[in-house]
């Protein structure tokens, strides 16, 4: 069989046989090792025989995300759709750096875009683009922010801000944003942390007294981050008041929907979200919200004019863009880029907006079945989030031990989270499409057992 052959018999296995293999590593590291070290790039080997092998690897050295007991972080299943997709993508490997360069790639991912943004709530005057993740998207935001409040901060630095630039999250934030307060130069003490209330959610009377406090210190406070679905409890920030206070204050809003965007594609969830046309700057992924290999986040902002300031640059060796285009490496932090975006366009196409918004429904069904079953069973449900992620508890039970036994037995995953340090919870978030009540049941067994 030629490696063609090979890879395609590969797909179609795993998808019949995913359900029966282990959600978590068969192979321990010394085993991993000593096959690698058979790899001594000494001499060729066959392409074959190298899909075998590295398939092998991968399969038994995983915690699969794309395994339907796999009740884990924001990583998704994945259709067929989002493969066949990346396999294009690698086939033609377009430069999606500049639009001239490769012309229908650029189309098709802002086409995606621009059906998306609607979804938002933002109009056509406003920019989008894909990014690698939800990372880089935040980084972009609070960039954008910067490059809003203090219009020479592009040309002079943070220097261009006379007073010490701040901003705020809440302590359920993404810790993204302390990557970003260091790699930008703020510095992490520049990124203030606001409590949360009892149900996740960013407490806005405190984020008024941060900011006003910090501005009488001197400071110039520039910008708030409202989590639209936390990562550990699937909390939604109380968008519309914190628009309100950014909009007094002079802040710029920007909207951590990094999985919390999954709402738009629901007609029942949506509501829950409406909040993000509020927003002056949105992160999405992609590849936490619909079912496509990693590798796609997305950012949307109002407007285009901070890309512009930011990463616009004059090259030497690239063409001026076309008229009436853009090239996207100058409007992002990369420049030689893939066509990430393609992914999404095939599967938005393939299954349409409505069964796209049936599989989220599904997912949200699952959830519920699983917060009921849990509740019957005497856990006790400590999440209050309209999203598919359910935090659960039992008296005396300890949540690491628990997550951990689960995981060595491999039959499901699910995490741990701490968000009071003193009193884990168990984390269940139903991520794969295909998730269905029989693997929620089998879910809590493994729970009950461990
Ligand atoms: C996952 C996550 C991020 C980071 O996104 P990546 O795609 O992993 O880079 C940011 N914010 C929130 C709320 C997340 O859940």
Not at 56 to 72: C, I, S, W
Not at 262 to 276: C, E, F, P, Q, T
Not at 279 to 303: E, L
Not at 438 to 443: H, K, P, S, T
Request: net charge neutral; proline share 4%.
């Amino acid at each position: 069989m030629d490696a063609m052959t090979k890879l395609q018999h590969r797909i179609e296995g795993w998808e019949n046989r995913v359900r029966d293999v282990a959600v978590t590593p068969r192979l321990p590291r010394e085993g991993l090792r000593e096959r690698l070290a058979a790899y001594d790039f000494s001499a060729p080997r066959d392409l074959a025989d190298l899909v075998e092998g590295v398939s092998d690897l991968l399969e038994r050295g995983a915690v699969h995300t794309n395994h339907p007991r796999y009740f884990g972080l924001f990583n998704t299943g994945v259709r067929r759709a989002g493969i066949v997709a990346d396999a294009l993508v690698a086939l033609y490997n377009p430069q999606v750096g500049g639009w001239w360069h490769s012309p229908a790639a650029c189309e098709i991912e802002q086409h995606t875009l621009d059906h998306l943004t609607k979804k938002i709530g933002f109009d056509a005057a406003s920019f989008a683009t894909f990014t690698t993740g939800g990372s880089e998207a935040n980084l972009t935001g609070v960039l954008s922010a910067l490059a809003h409040a203090f219009p020479r901060y592009a040309k002079e630095g943070l220097v261009a801000a006379a007073k010490e630039p701040v901003f705020y999250g809440s302590d359920q934030a993404h810790d993204s944003f302390v990557k970003t307060a260091r790699i930008t130069g703020l510095g992490e003490g520049a990124f203030r942390r606001v409590r949360s209330d009892a149900r996740q959610r960013l407490d806005v009377n405190d984020l008024r007294a941060a900011i006003r406090r910090d501005k009488a210190a001197g400071k110039s406070p520039f910008l708030a981050v409202a989590t639209v679905g936390t990562t550990s409890t699937g909390a939604i920030d109380p968008m519309g008041e914190m628009a309100a206070l950014c909009r007094e204050e002079g802040l710029w809003l920007h909207a951590d929907a990094a999985w919390g965007g999954i709402a738009l594609l629901s007609d029942a969830l949506k509501k829950h979200v409406a909040g993000l046309s509020l927003a002056d700057s949105v992160t999405w992924d992609a590849h936490k919200t619909f079912p496509v290999p990693m590798g796609a986040g997305m950012f949307f902002c109002r407007t285009h004019a901070p890309s512009e300031a930011l990463f616009s640059v004059h090259t030497a060796y690239v063409q001026d863009a076309d008229p009436g285009t853009y090239d996207l490496y100058q409007r992002s932090v990369q420049w030689s880029r893939r066509l990430i975006g393609l992914k999404v366009f095939v599967t938005l196409a393939e299954l349409g907006d409505r069964g796209m918004a049936d599989l989220v429904d599904h997912q949200s069904r699952m959830a519920d079945a699983l917060r009921q079953r849990l509740r019957a069973r005497e856990f006790h449900i400590e999440n209050d989030s309209p999203l598919p992620i359910v935090c659960f508890s039992r008296e005396g039970a300890l949540a690491a031990d628990i997550a951990r036994k689960v995981a060595a037995e491999g039959d499901a995953w699910l995490s741990e989270v701490r968000v009071d340090p003193k009193r884990p919870w168990l984390r269940a978030c139903i991520t794969h499409y295909d998730t269905q009540l029989e693997d929620v049941e089998r879910l809590i067994k493994a729970v009950e057992r461990a």
